[in-house]
């Protein structure tokens, strides 16, 4: 290198020093270094602005409004679930920014008067937003529209709508869905999947009938149901047993507020007692057995205050049913227990509205109860969501339960975790409100607990063993609201455990609605056993006329060692 800089200054007419010369490369060398780490920053710039939006592709602002809500009663907890899924399906990293749920409300709430075109739009340019989403949901009578568009701020033009029209809530969530779909694909240029459902892991044999058998070896008749009958109330659970002592089952079935008593007679059945609850009812679950064994069975309801338990039990005296416990703070069940039979259970409440401490066998004392023993669950236990029993046929005691999530699980003695279902089941409507402790008076944080679905035990083929008793809700979107629940239909299931997991033997039809309650027993006191199946067909939140209906399936499968239904 020196010496071709020296012979470059030669020629140049200029004498140049070795010392110079050396200085000279030195310093080219580094102009060299330096414009090489130059470009090679801007090129790991290049690429790395390449992999994020460009001043070009800046994300387009999305402010979803609160849809109005035109209804003779309270539906903010479906105007919030419209809020969130319409959030979460058109949300997309890098191309939509959807403005948070609370900014919006608070915008909304500082423009007085209804919410119209010229109202969102202000909305709009006020938050930014280069689109707003508005929209009316109204219910008249049994009849339910729903009614949305999305605007584009800056031109004032309604770019997709969306209608629809239907008997009850059918439409409603397919409608909102359909809409974020036509909007990803017709504005935002992404096209989404359709919401999954829970898959159906049976391969049904038989199409039709009361109970299906599932798997090979299906041989067995079926039957289509013996008995329906509707009713103008919103089923939230039932029982059967003999109340009054004479022979012959009585079918228990509570609502938010009033527990009913039917008896069979002229080939349907005829409303004998009712009771309504005192002090804000909300009952939540029931049970009937002859626990104190004088002949007559009591009936167990579980009640649920703002923030504690009110619990009531019932029994005949001859003339009226007598509340025998009431106001007890416990949140109580009849449940089955290896060598105890029918045994009565309870959990307290917290003051917050969650499950509080564990589960105790309870016994009567006065006019209240006293926990006697505690029954060991795994972490997720509760009062409503277990049972136990020997699965496997040898003498293990294994406890199965429905999860936090809605799975069925499987634990050993040792509290070990054997199974997890891929499929949701149970899927109650049935919940307790959780309050936020911090603020003060407690305030309702819109948090719902659900109350699991009944799960039960019943020995369905006659073999000596006992099959899981629990129905499977179906939810058209996958259960993607936390507090907003809709379910399109249910059945029942009677599983086994096959050394692998838990697996469906026989199943009901499948019935639409919300599969609410169920039970095994000679509910026509024909002699026969009956399957029972309540569903919710219209709740009473969303059009105030609740719907329910009673299914009955004779069962004709080999009957059971004793002609009583295994309760629960």
Not at 103 to 113: D, I, Q, R, Y
Not at 172 to 194: C, H, L, S, W, Y
Not at 416 to 441: A, C, H, I
Request: proline share 3%; hydrophobic share 40%; charged share 25%.
């Amino acid at each position: 290198m020196q010496f071709r800089l020296l012979e470059s200054t030669r020629q140049k007419g200029r004498v140049t020093t070795n010392c110079e010369a050396a200085n000279l490369g030195k310093y080219i060398m580094r102009s060299r270094a330096t414009i090489l780490l130059v470009m090679f920053i801007v090129l790991v710039s290049l690429c790395f602005i390449q992999g994020y939006p460009s001043a070009a592709e800046v994300p387009k602002k999305l402010a979803v409004l609160p849809f109005t809500m035109n209804a003779d009663r309270d539906l903010t907890f479906l105007q919030t679930g419209i809020m969130d899924m319409l959030n979460s399906r058109l949300a997309w990293k890098g191309k939509v920014q959807v403005i948070e749920k609370g900014t919006v409300k608070k915008e909304v709430a500082s423009l007085p008067g209804p919410l119209n075109k010229e109202k969102a739009l202000l909305i709009g340019k006020a938050l930014g937003a280069d689109y707003v989403i508005m929209g009316s949901l109204t219910v008249f009578g049994d009849s339910v529209s729903i009614d949305a568009k999305i605007l584009d701020v800056a031109k004032s033009d309604e770019l997709v709508t969306a209608f629809n029209q239907s008997k009850g809530m059918d439409g409603v969530i397919p409608t909102v869905n359909q809409f974020a779909e036509d909007i990803n694909a017709k504005i935002m240029g992404k096209a989404i999947a359709r919401p999954g459902y829970p898959s159906e892991t049976e391969t049904v044999k038989k199409e039709a009938g009361a109970l299906i058998e599932v798997g090979e070896g299906s041989g067995a008749s079926v039957q289509k149901p013996s008995f329906v009958q509707r009713f103008k109330l919103e089923i939230r659970g039932l029982d059967a047993g003999d109340l009054d002592g004479d022979g012959k089952n009585e079918l228990v079935i509570i609502d938010k507020d009033t527990v009913y008593v039917y008896k069979w007679g002229k080939n349907r059945l005829i409303q004998f007692q009712s009771v309504k609850g005192s002090w804000s009812p909300n009952f939540i679950y029931v049970s009937v057995a002859d626990l104190d064994g004088n002949g007559r069975a009591e009936i167990y309801v579980s009640n649920l205050t703002a923030t504690n338990a009110s619990t009531v039990v019932l029994e005949w005296d001859g003339s009226k049913f007598k509340e025998i416990v009431s106001r007890e703070s416990w949140l109580i069940r009849v449940v089955d227990l290896p060598g105890r039979g029918k045994t009565l259970v309870g959990q307290k409440r917290s003051t917050e509205g969650k499950y509080h401490g564990d589960v105790y066998i309870l016994a009567r004392k006065g006019n209240g109860f006293v926990d006697t023993e505690l029954v060991k669950l795994p972490r997720h236990g509760n009062v409503f969501n277990f049972v136990k029993n020997d699965l496997t046929g040898k003498g293990g005691i294994y406890t199965t339960l429905l999860g936090p999530w809605e799975h069925l699980l499987v634990y050993n003695q040792e509290g070990e975790q054997l199974w997890k279902s891929d499929d949701y089941f149970g899927g109650n409507l049935t919940y307790m409100v959780y309050m936020d402790p911090d603020v003060d008076r407690m305030a309702d944080t819109g948090v719902r607990i659900f109350i699991p679905s009944p799960i039960f035990l019943f020995d369905i083929n006659g073999d000596g063993k006992q099959e899981i008793v629990v129905c499977q809700n179906h939810s058209k979107v996958a259960r993607i609201f936390g507090d907003f629940r809709w379910f399109g239909s249910g059945k029942v299931h009677f599983m086994d455990w096959d050394g692998a997991g838990l697996v469906s033997q026989w199943t009901s039809q499948k019935l639409s609605g919300t599969v609410a309650g169920y039970q095994i027993a000679d509910v026509d006191n024909d002699g026969q056993l009956e399957l029972a199946i309540a569903s919710v067909t219209s709740e009473s939140y969303f059009i105030g006329l609740p719907q329910s209906r009673l299914v009955l399936y004779d069962l004709k499968q080999p009957a059971p060692r004793t002609k009583e239904a295994v309760r629960q």
